[in-house]
């Protein structure tokens, strides 16, 4: 069929497309053999390959080849190349294609519970079905507009914007301030190269990890990078868990692995290569995170998209402010500062590097960190300043022990 043609022509020419419909397509009752054969030499092409963007006919030939129990494909070479000679010129018609089979799948699905429901008499079913249409309409392109009015309740705004506090930070004034991180936040930590910023993270980073042990939260924190290397990421989080410089964590490795256990180092997931946008969705769809963390925010791509600059950056951390509503998480993105933030004791959104004011209106908070560089006697303060916030804004001062990762604020 040439439907089926053009939808695997789509996911060879496209690891981005394959990676956001690929799973509704193989999940279809009753595809074609051919198609579903295909179909999953290309989902073991991308595993083995995760660099690679796109299949070239060649290798993937070469990849066919190498599987001798998979003779049924490697044996019809027509079939092979239907699929890399269907034209697919017209992307939209391509998609419109796939977003259908997509809606045939979820259909099915859905059907399928609702006979749960008529035939065995399930129970709690239908807001599940709910969660299945919102799921399609975020994969969509187009998805409907609807209009959604507000219903006031005295008791649960209350609750909601005034006595519910969030997970802590690791610092007394922003918990204050900013009534710590709530589920559907959308935060942002700032400063200048080499000034704290990676390492402040960690430490709101252990802070999190250790109210999530005590209080029983059955979900993790993740830290995502995209910048420096995870594995010395997680090396400051050990500092700052044990309270150790290197030296200290180097001869007392057992100790450290208790101190580790008790403080929630196991609810802590470290994810390296934090490039695109879909990416971020993986990680969100398969860890569920309370918390998420991007460093750098500022960095990841969203694939498919033409716009540059400050109208990029806009539309990246609506995605992000979307998927922090969407996923019922707190996302907080790390970003570098820009040249006039280098001798600022208290740098300003307009400071992050490129991004101009393209992404204020989407953040619930953001807190950005300066340096005094003129006087060697405060060369380890670290000047806070709580640049965004639904209510007040603030200034803080931490002192900075870089060796075991800790910020003590100053009274």
Same mark, same amino acid.
């Given at each position: 069929?040439?439907?089926?043609?053009?939808?695997?022509?789509?996911?060879?020419?496209?690891?981005?497309?394959?990676?956001?419909?690929?799973?509704?397509?193989?999940?279809?009752?009753?595809?074609?053999?051919?198609?579903?054969?295909? %179909?999953?030499?290309?989902?073991?092409?991308?595993?083995?390959?995760?660099?690679?963007?796109?299949?070239?006919?060649?290798?993937?030939? %070469?990849?066919?080849?190498?599987?001798?129990?998979?003779?049924?494909?490697?044996?019809?070479?027509?079939?092979?190349?239907?699929?890399?000679?269907?034209?697919?010129?017209?992307?939209?018609?391509?998609?419109?294609?796939?977003?259908?089979?997509?809606?045939?799948?979820?259909?099915?699905?859905?059907?399928?519970?609702?006979?749960?429901?008529?035939?065995?008499?399930?129970?709690?079913?239908?807001?599940?079905?709910?969660?299945?249409?919102?799921?399609?309409?975020?994969?969509?392109?187009?998805?409907?507009?609807?209009?959604?009015?507000?219903?006031?309740?005295?008791?649960?705004?209350?609750?909601?914007?005034?006595?519910?506090?969030?997970?802590?930070?690791?610092?007394?004034?922003?918990?204050?301030?900013?009534?710590?991180?709530?589920?559907?936040?959308?935060?942002?930590?700032?400063?200048?190269?080499?000034?704290?910023?990676?390492?402040?993270?960690?430490?709101?980073?252990?802070?999190?990890?250790?109210?999530?042990?005590?209080?029983?939260?059955?979900?993790?924190?993740?830290?995502?990078?995209?910048?420096?290397?995870?594995?010395?990421?997680?090396?400051?989080?050990?500092?700052?868990?044990?309270?150790?410089?290197?030296?200290?964590?180097?001869?007392?490795?057992?100790?450290?692995?208790?101190?580790?256990?008790?403080?929630?180092?196991?609810?802590?997931?470290?994810?390296?290569?934090?490039?695109?946008?879909?990416?971020?969705?993986?990680?969100?769809?398969?860890?569920?995170?309370?918390?998420?963390?991007?460093?750098?925010?500022?960095?990841?791509?969203?694939?498919?998209?033409?716009?540059?600059?400050?109208?990029?950056?806009?539309?990246?951390?609506?995605?992000?402010?979307?998927?922090?509503?969407?996923?019922?998480?707190?996302?907080?993105?790390?970003?570098?500062?820009?040249?006039?933030?280098?001798?600022?004791?208290?740098?300003? %959104?307009?400071?992050?590097?490129?991004?101009?004011?393209?992404?204020?209106?989407?953040?619930?908070?953001?807190?950005?960190?300066?340096?005094?560089?003129?006087?060697?006697?405060?060369?380890?303060?670290?000047?806070?300043?709580?640049?965004?916030?639904?209510?007040?804004?603030?200034?803080?001062?931490?002192?900075?022990?870089?060796?075991?990762?800790?910020?003590?604020?100053?009274?």
């Amino acid at each position: 069929m040439i439907k089926n043609t053009l939808i695997l022509s789509a996911f060879i020419n496209s690891r981005d497309i394959y990676e956001k419909y690929a799973p509704y397509i193989i999940g279809l009752k009753n595809l074609d053999r051919n198609m579903s054969l295909t %179909l999953n030499f290309i989902k073991k092409f991308y595993e083995k390959y995760p660099e690679i963007t796109s299949i070239p006919k060649t290798d993937f030939n %070469l990849f066919l080849d190498s599987k001798d129990k998979y003779n049924f494909i490697k044996n019809n070479p027509v079939y092979i190349n239907d699929i890399y000679n269907t034209p697919t010129k017209n992307k939209n018609l391509t998609l419109d294609i796939i977003e259908g089979c997509v809606e045939q799948h979820i259909m099915a699905k859905i059907l399928d519970k609702a006979a749960l429901v008529l035939d065995n008499n399930k129970k709690g079913i239908l807001s599940t079905i709910q969660e299945d249409i919102d799921k399609f309409h975020s994969i969509i392109r187009k998805p409907p507009q609807t209009l959604v009015e507000y219903k006031f309740n005295l008791d649960e705004l209350i609750k909601e914007e005034i006595t519910t506090l969030g997970i802590p930070f690791c610092n007394k004034t922003p918990n204050n301030i900013i009534r710590g991180m709530r589920e559907g936040q959308l935060g942002l930590i700032s400063a200048y190269v080499d000034t704290g910023k990676t390492s402040y993270g960690v430490a709101n980073l252990c802070s999190i990890a250790n109210y999530l042990k005590i209080n029983n939260v059955d979900r993790p924190v993740v830290y995502g990078g995209n910048e420096e290397a995870i594995k010395r990421v997680s090396l400051r989080t050990v500092q700052c868990m044990t309270n150790w410089s290197n030296s200290e964590i180097a001869i007392n490795k057992n100790l450290v692995k208790s101190i580790l256990k008790s403080k929630g180092f196991d609810k802590i997931i470290f994810i390296d290569h934090l490039t695109t946008t879909s990416i971020i969705e993986k990680v969100l769809d398969k860890y569920n995170p309370r918390v998420l963390f991007i460093d750098q925010g500022t960095n990841v791509k969203i694939k498919m998209s033409k716009k540059e600059g400050v109208n990029a950056l806009e539309e990246l951390f609506s995605t992000y402010r979307d998927f922090a509503k969407r996923y019922k998480t707190t996302i907080i993105c790390m970003a570098q500062g820009g040249e006039d933030s280098f001798d600022k004791k208290y740098p300003t %959104l307009k400071d992050i590097y490129g991004s101009k004011s393209a992404i204020q209106g989407t953040l619930d908070w953001a807190i950005s960190i300066g340096t005094n560089r003129e006087d060697i006697n405060y060369a380890n303060w670290r000047y806070f300043n709580i640049t965004k916030n639904k209510g007040d804004k603030k200034t803080y001062i931490c002192r900075f022990d870089a060796k075991r990762c800790q910020f003590k604020e100053v009274k």
